[in-house]
């Protein structure tokens, strides 16, 4: 079993928005850690070039892993599925294996596989829940996952181990909540409080866009109202391809649930009744506002 101060050299594999930014954390909020990432050459040589890691690879993964304590992949759900076997093929032994995918079922599914109890090394799947609309390595800030929560898939005692305690010092020294639940669970509540608002923001902006005429009307009488409700619209399909691929069942009853909320608000246009759909609406507010 490694000491209790396990993690000395990271390696991410993907050093775009997520990675960048946590090995960006790393830096400023950890002392004596060797950052090591691996991406396309254009991205790392760029991730190198801000100080965000140390070390740059990317074409074989094996020179990456060799001797990290910690390897944090924050690629695409299906660039991770993918990457997973080689990942649990050399990964170092003893080393932690963590992602930062936005779904967990799929993920969680295949890495009991690949990472069998009696394995040397460690698997840990793990989402932060903090983000932008825009993507990329000129887009990373060690802050993004201050005062965030970070889901992680277990349950707490799973800090027994000495691996997983040292993973979760790193994410209170970096400013996030740790909270831990099952996949099921983070998949449906993610489905709801932030998949089904992307869809949401996707379904008005095109909506909005479709109804455009030649002098740009509705939108030239937007007021930043839209444009505050809108934010998510600026998410690349890219970016949300596999999540909604590895969600749909429950982005698929969310969607159902919620055309029926609109349908109720049709119905009670004309009545004074969806005053209350606006105290509820209010009370969710300060709720979100005081996280």
């Not at 109890?117 to 932008?132: T, Y």
């Amino acid at each position: 079993m490694p000491s209790a101060h396990v993690i000395n050299r990271v390696t991410i594999l993907g050093t775009g928005l997520i990675g960048g930014s946590f090995a960006h954390a790393l830096r400023k909020y950890t002392a004596d850690i060797h950052i090591a990432g691996w991406d396309r050459p254009d991205v790392v040589r760029e991730a190198q070039s801000l100080g965000a890691i140390d070390a740059a690879f990317s074409t074989e993964l094996a020179p990456a892993l060799e001797n990290a304590d910690l390897v944090y992949i924050a690629l695409p759900i299906g660039a991770t599925l993918d990457l997973l076997p080689e990942v649990a093929r050399l990964a170092p032994p003893n080393a932690l294996i963590t992602d930062a995918c936005s779904t967990k079922v799929r993920i969680t599914e295949d890495a009991a596989d690949l990472f069998p109890e009696d394995s040397s090394k460690l698997f840990l799947g793990g989402h932060p829940m903090a983000g932008r609309e825009l993507s990329g390595i000129a887009h990373a800030d060690a802050d993004l996952f201050r005062n965030h929560t970070y889901a992680l898939i277990g349950a707490s005692s799973d800090q027994k181990d000495p691996r997983i305690s040292a993973f979760v010092k790193i994410l209170e020294k970096i400013g996030a909540r740790s909270l831990w639940l099952g996949a099921q669970q983070h998949d449906y509540a993610v489905g709801l409080a932030s998949h089904l608002p992307q869809l949401a923001a996707v379904a008005l902006a095109s909506f909005l866009y479709d109804h455009l005429d030649e002098n740009g009307l509705p939108i030239t009488l937007a007021g930043p109202g839209l444009r505050d409700s809108l934010r998510l619209a600026g998410s690349p399909y890219s970016t949300w391809r596999d999540i909604v691929l590895t969600n749909k069942e429950v982005l698929s009853a969310a969607l159902d649930l919620f055309a029926r909320r609109l349908d109720d608000l049709r119905e009670r246009l004309a009545s004074r009744d969806l005053e209350a759909d606006f105290d509820a609406a209010n009370e969710l507010y300060k709720l979100l506002r005081s996280l």
